[in-house]
């Protein structure tokens, strides 16, 4: 039973890596900003596993938190992305 | 039996997440890596807070995670929409294997 | 009246998130609830009667059992995408044009086409979409309008506008 979680938070984990090589690596700053959005809800993933591993509740929380961050985030570098080119 | 059940929806979850990322790393150009990456990261993480949820049963806590669910949803297609449409006005070229484009003389 | 739904809702949303029944926990649900509908209560829900008729309910469900069943068939056709050897993509944006009105239906329509199969609202200009397609079927227009909107104009045409 713990086993199997603890196998899963770090397949989870290993694919936030990818996410990573892909902010690393991709060849534009479009690609880059994909590889950061896929990474926020990632983490809501790993958040959802430790709370079942601990039993502790609080860190669902932390979870939701992310999620709306994370999306203000991703919609400011979307701005960004559209306005250099068209002033808006 | 609630544990197996858990067990087994985070462990689809998790494999969904696995094919987003495969399709991250693999596809040849933003569009397509975002289509695969969107579509499968959020249901995947939906399926993890299912599991979640089913664990706790129907307290405190499963509500938080029921909760999380529609936030997650609205929240990954907006910024799915917002990150393509800026990807395009910014100029990233389609890949080569593009058979049609309906959308350059609107932009134009 | 909309005012009223923003705070009835919000309310629902903290205590959901909260799960305390205590006094003060109800009042500072009440006061947040309150600002936040005295601040977006002008932006949602310009007919609140709709939310009281069970026909539009009816076919709200219908609707999200047609979406989930669409969203399990989308992830497995990009994973099958994904893991082919050869990668059997050929991706295009074409134009489809809408029947729907309202913002609030359109929004759902472009959510609804970017979790089906193989397809992602890129914008909306006008009555037309476009939507980036991993793997174009047809260059007909009159086809591929049927096969991406589909089942899902009518219903949200149904319970939304």
Known sequence: MTEILSILLYIQIAMCAACLWRIIRGPTIPDRMVGIDIFGILVVGICGIISVQTGKAFILDIGIAWVILSFIGTLTLAKYLSGRKLNE | MNEMAAI????????????????????????????????????????????????????????????????????????????????????????????????????? | MRYVAIFILSMIFWLLVTFRFTPANLAAGAAASLLTSAIFGRYYFHNVGKFLQPRRWFWFIVYLITFLWACLKANLDVAYRVLHPAMPIRPGIVK???????????????????????TITVDIVGDDMYIHWIYIRSEDPAVYTAMITGRFEDYIKKFAE
Request: proline share 2%; net charge positive.
């Open chain 3, 96 to 118: 489809v044009r809408t029947t729907l009105k309202s913002d609030f239906a359109r929004t759902l329509l472009a959510n609804s086409i970017t979790m089906t199969p193989g």
């Open chain 2, 8 to 108: 087994v929806l985070i462990s689809v979850g998790v494999l969904f997440n696995l094919f987003g990322c495969i399709g991250l790393i693999r596809l040849p150009d933003i569009y397509n890596r975002l289509q695969a990456a969107t579509k499968c990261v959020t249901l995947g993480c939906c399926s993890i807070l299912l599991g979640v949820m089913v664990h706790f049963g129907l307290g405190s806590a499963g509500f938080r995670a029921l909760i999380a669910i529609p936030v997650l949803f609205f929240t990954a297609t907006v910024a799915a929409h917002a990150l393509v449409r800026g990807a395009y006005h910014f100029g990233t070229k389609m890949d080569k294997k593009s058979v049609k484009d309906d959308y350059r003389e609107t932009v134009k």
